[in-house]
């Protein structure tokens, strides 16, 4: 018998019989737990969206970058993109939309013209808490569902998870850092 005869499977009468082996199959993939936390988020987003932020006219994007515009009270469009973690053109499509509410202000910077500052209106900080508001109830109910009293250990967490990643990506982009 010639080598090529050897590898290939055998088969009788037209069925295939893979060779037996004695070690059990591998157990298939599963995700590990940061993918389990981006869909598990991205269900919760689109849950929030459906229940709470469609009755505004809102997606999660107009409502994170107007939550962050009201809790800074200034700030500019690069901070803004940086922190929510989307791209600059996307947030100048979304700060389009809140100023054509009237929710918020773009101005440029007093001391650097080259930037641009987003202040909220009343009406953007008013529709904020209100939305704020229902989102938290729901939030709330979504945690009490899933045996979690408080979302702040959760939250604490998903910080320094945070934390640690930007860390990680400062020293990692210094320049003659290894990689």
């Known amino acids: 018998m010639n080598a090529a005869m050897q590898r290939r499977p055998r088969q009788i009468a037209g069925i295939y019989r893979p060779p037996v082996t004695n070690r059990p199959p591998p157990p298939p993939p599963r995700p590990g737990p940061l993918a389990q936390l981006f869909r598990t988020a991205n269900t919760i987003r689109a849950h929030l969206e459906h229940t709470v932020l469609r009755d505004e006219g809102m997606t999660w994007t107009t409502y994170d970058v107007l939550v962050l515009i009201c809790a800074r009270r200034v700030i500019d469009t690069r901070t803004t993109a940086v922190e929510i973690g989307i791209a600059k053109a996307t947030l ?17 910077h007093e001391h650097d013209r080259r930037r641009v500052v987003l202040r909220p209106t009343p009406e953007g900080v008013d529709l904020a808490r209100r939305i704020q508001g229902r989102v938290d109830a729901e939030q709330t109910r979504l945690l009490a569902t899933a045996g979690i009293s408080s979302g702040d250990g959760l939250a604490r967490a998903l910080r320094q998870l945070a934390t640690t990643s930007r860390a990680h990506k400062a020293l990692t982009n210094q320049p003659g850092a290894g990689r």
């Open 92 to 108: 100048t499509n979304t700060v389009g939309l809140l100023v054509d509410r009237g929710l918020v202000r773009r101005n440029l």
